[in-house]
């Protein structure tokens, strides 16, 4: 909780969670401003919870929800009125705080100069000065004086603009900077923290600490790029233009969409309320991965149900992993017997590349897992522990079947960002509509896509974006440069299946399930498990990531030449 006062009687700060409240009091807030619309992100508490958390601890919340990109009259009016009225000292917060610190500079405008707004904002961390014009505007409209509303453009325009500073942005950021030094790259992120996404799997399985997966944004960021701690809000590709959340736009050469996808919690009724309590829990978020290894550690009978939505989802093994993780651990404590494992996939396979099902199945049988294929979990009754599910292959009528619960881990489905499917980036799914060979949009030749969020049919796995990443930054450069593409990409993926402490079944493969194994076969066996797969998985990979794929250092990544793959 990163709480920055802007005054004694109010302060701005990112998102803040239902654990916080007790310390909020303890430092005297007596009024939350929530600036959130609900279900922005999955990680994202609803504001009843917080409006609820809050009075236990005497605090009032108001929520003034600002949708991204559209700081509205009526928003600073509201703002204004409330300002005029609540009890302080009062905490404004919204994703990264930089729509509260908007709202508050909107505000204060009515008496402030912009100039002496914007100085103040950059000692907090938030850069304002595209914000100016929108400044100056609201304090003639408090003045009485009405002025044409003009989009407000950042006074730069960048070489390059990255939407997504995770994983694939980073990565990406740091690939173009060992090619072209001299670019000037802007990264749109909103999250002060980072996280190493594979590392989710290990703290649900008890191998990781719940810390190993989580360090700050500013220190992964690349040295010589821009920083903009805000979020994207919307595309202007005919403007060479992107839409930040408080509505003001900044401008590119090219642009790099990487923002991820979305876990589709509301997707399935009830979820959204359960998760974290009565059994109910998922690696896909850091913050319940430690409450799985609870449940893991403290069942010793009952039954335990895992669920895999519909494709595509990141990391297609990632709900398996969690099954045989919890399995071996069960086993290892003599309580397996008395555990009925049951495996829910809305699929009708357990891993779509063959070669790697007999391995995987040795791993079931000994764990005595029953398979449920095309079970898609439809509802979750946490308190009662029970769970629902549509069940029926494709073009068959389904009916819906109840099982009962003492562990519930859930793969929620997944789905493309809110602003990603509503853009003219899109696809008829909703995804950033890309070539798959060089990661270049179809319809927009100055607008690359990787990682989670784009069409190409590939294995949403971070192995890919660390492939993607090259591809993306050698076709870029030679796209600015007004010349054809260099780079291919061949849908590599890997999904290192952790089949017991200690073991994995390494899969790699490439689009139309070309296996694609990086090493030998006398050093991993691609159809058995493996303890050197294992050692790779748990001690070099978070090396690799942190000082090789985001370093810009491409190790056996190395892009193909187009045409070569």
């Given at each position: 909780?990163?709480?920055?006062s802007?005054?004694?009687?109010?302060?701005?700060?990112?998102?803040?969670?239902?654990?916080h409240?007790?310390?909020?009091?303890?430092m005297?807030f007596?009024?939350?401003?929530?600036?959130?619309?609900?279900n922005e992100?999955d990680?994202?508490?609803?504001?009843?919870?917080?409006?609820?958390?809050?009075?236990?601890?005497?605090?009032?919340?108001?929520?003034?929800?600002?949708?991204?990109g559209?700081?509205?009259?009526?928003?600073?009016?509201?703002?204004?009125?409330?300002?005029?009225?609540?009890?302080?000292?009062?905490?404004?917060?919204?994703?990264s705080?930089?729509?509260?610190?908007?709202?508050w500079?909107?505000?204060?405008?009515?008496?402030?100069?912009?100039?002496?707004?914007?100085?103040?904002?950059?000692?907090?961390?938030?850069?304002?000065?595209?914000?100016?014009?929108?400044?100056?505007?609201?304090?003639?409209?408090?003045?009485?004086?009405?002025?044409?509303?003009?989009?407000?453009?950042?006074?730069?325009?960048?070489?390059?603009?990255?939407?997504?500073?995770?994983?694939?942005?980073i990565?990406?950021?740091?690939?173009?900077?060992?090619?072209?030094?001299?670019?000037?790259?802007?990264?749109?992120e909103?999250r002060?923290?980072h996280?190493?996404q594979?590392?989710?799997?290990?703290?649900?399985?008890?191998?990781?600490?719940?810390?190993?997966?989580?360090?700050?944004?500013?220190?992964?960021?690349?040295?010589?790029?821009r920083?903009?701690e805000?979020?994207?809000?919307?595309?202007?590709p005919?403007n060479?233009?992107?839409?930040?959340?408080?509505?003001?736009?900044?401008?590119?050469?090219?642009l790099?969409?990487?923002p991820?996808?979305?876990?589709?919690?509301?997707?399935?009724?009830?979820?959204?309320?359960?998760?974290g309590?009565?059994g109910?829990t998922?690696?896909?978020?850091?913050?319940?991965?430690?409450?799985t290894?609870?449940?893991?550690?403290?069942?010793?009978?009952?039954?335990?149900?895992?669920?895999?939505?519909?494709?595509?989802?990141?990391c297609?093994?990632?709900?398996?992993?969690?099954?045989?993780?919890?399995?071996?651990?069960?086993?290892?404590?003599?309580?397996?017997?008395?555990?009925?494992?049951?495996?829910?996939?809305?699929?009708?396979?357990?891993?779509?590349?063959?070669?790697?099902v007999?391995?995987?199945?040795?791993?079931?049988?000994?764990?005595?897992?029953?398979?449920?294929?095309?079970?898609?979990l439809?509802?979750v009754?946490?308190?009662?522990?029970?769970?629902?599910?549509?069940?029926?292959?494709?073009?068959q009528?389904?009916?819906?079947?109840?099982?009962a619960?003492?562990?519930?881990?859930?793969?929620?489905?997944?789905?493309?960002?809110?602003?990603i499917?509503?853009?003219s980036?899109?696809?008829?799914?909703?995804?950033?509509?890309?070539?798959?060979?060089?990661?270049?949009?179809?319809?927009?030749?100055?607008?690359?896509?990787?990682g989670?969020?784009?069409?190409?049919?590939?294995a949403?796995?971070?192995?890919?974006?660390?492939?993607?990443a090259?591809v993306?930054?050698?076709?870029?450069?030679?796209?600015?440069e007004?010349?054809?593409?260099?780079?291919?990409?061949?849908?590599?993926?890997?999904?290192?299946?952790?089949?017991?402490?200690?073991?994995?079944?390494?899969a790699?493969?490439?689009?139309?399930?070309?296996?694609?194994?990086?090493?030998?076969?006398?050093?991993?066996?691609?159809?058995e498990?493996?303890?050197?797969?294992?050692?790779?998985?748990?001690?070099?990979?978070?090396?690799?990531?942190?000082?090789?794929?985001?370093?810009?250092?491409?190790?056996?990544?190395?892009?193909?030449k187009?045409?070569?793959?």
């Open positions: 909780m990163e709480i920055k802007i005054s004694p009687f109010i302060s701005v700060s990112p998102q803040i969670y239902p654990a409240m007790e310390r909020l009091a303890a005297g007596k009024t939350l401003i929530n600036n959130r619309p609900d992100t990680d994202q508490p609803l504001v009843a919870e917080l409006t609820a958390e809050a009075a236990k601890h005497g605090m009032a919340l108001i929520s003034i929800p600002i949708i991204p559209e700081i509205t009259d009526q928003n600073i009016d509201e703002f204004t009125r409330e300002m005029g009225r609540v009890k302080g000292p009062v905490l404004a917060y919204c994703r705080g930089m729509r509260s610190t908007s709202l500079a909107l505000y204060e405008a009515r008496h402030l100069d912009a100039d002496t707004i914007i100085q103040f904002a950059s000692t907090l961390g938030y850069d304002l000065s595209w914000q100016k014009e929108h400044l100056d505007e609201a304090a003639a409209r408090a003045a009485g004086i009405e002025e044409t509303v003009h989009h407000h453009v950042h006074a730069n325009t960048y070489d390059v603009v990255i939407v997504g500073g995770g994983s694939s942005g990565a990406v950021a740091s690939s173009l900077l060992k090619r072209r030094p001299q670019l000037d790259i802007a990264v749109l909103p002060y923290k996280f190493y594979p590392g989710f799997t290990m703290v649900g399985g008890g191998v990781f600490s719940p810390t190993q997966p989580q360090t700050f944004t500013e220190k992964v960021m690349p040295d010589g790029v920083w903009l805000a979020a994207a809000a919307a595309f202007e005919e060479n233009q992107v839409v930040l959340e408080d509505g003001s736009h900044i401008a590119y050469r090219q790099v969409v990487a991820g996808l979305k876990l589709d919690w509301d997707a399935v009724e009830g979820l959204q309320e359960s998760l309590k009565n109910v998922s690696n896909y978020r850091y913050d319940y991965a430690p409450y290894w609870e449940l893991v550690k403290n069942l010793r009978s009952g039954r335990a149900v895992f669920t895999q939505p519909h494709m595509p989802i990141k297609a093994g990632a709900p398996q992993k969690a099954m045989y993780l919890s399995c071996d651990h069960w086993l290892r404590n003599k309580v397996l017997d008395a555990i009925d494992v049951n495996f829910c996939t809305a699929g009708g396979e357990l891993f779509g590349i063959q070669h790697y007999p391995p995987l199945m040795e791993y079931v049988k000994k764990y005595n897992a029953e398979l449920n294929f095309h079970h898609n439809a509802a009754d946490g308190a009662a522990r029970k769970a629902w599910f549509d069940v029926g292959a494709p073009g009528e389904t009916r819906r079947e109840e099982i619960f003492d562990m519930l881990h859930v793969c929620p489905p997944q789905t493309a960002p809110d602003f499917r509503d853009s980036l899109a696809n008829e799914a909703g995804w950033v509509d890309v070539a798959q060979d060089t990661l270049r949009h179809n319809r927009f030749e100055n607008i690359f896509s990787l989670d969020a784009c069409s190409a049919p590939n949403k796995t971070l192995a890919a974006a660390r492939i993607q090259p993306v930054a050698s076709n870029l450069i030679a796209a600015l007004g010349k054809e593409l260099v780079a291919e990409y061949n849908g590599y993926g890997s999904c290192p299946l952790t089949v017991e402490r200690g073991k994995i079944v390494l790699e493969f490439g689009y139309g399930g070309k296996l694609l194994p990086t090493f030998p076969e006398w050093l991993i066996k691609s159809d498990a493996s303890k050197a797969a294992w050692f790779l998985k748990e001690k070099m990979l978070p090396t690799v990531y942190y000082r090789l794929m985001l370093k810009g250092r491409e190790w056996l990544a190395k892009p193909d187009l045409g070569e793959s």
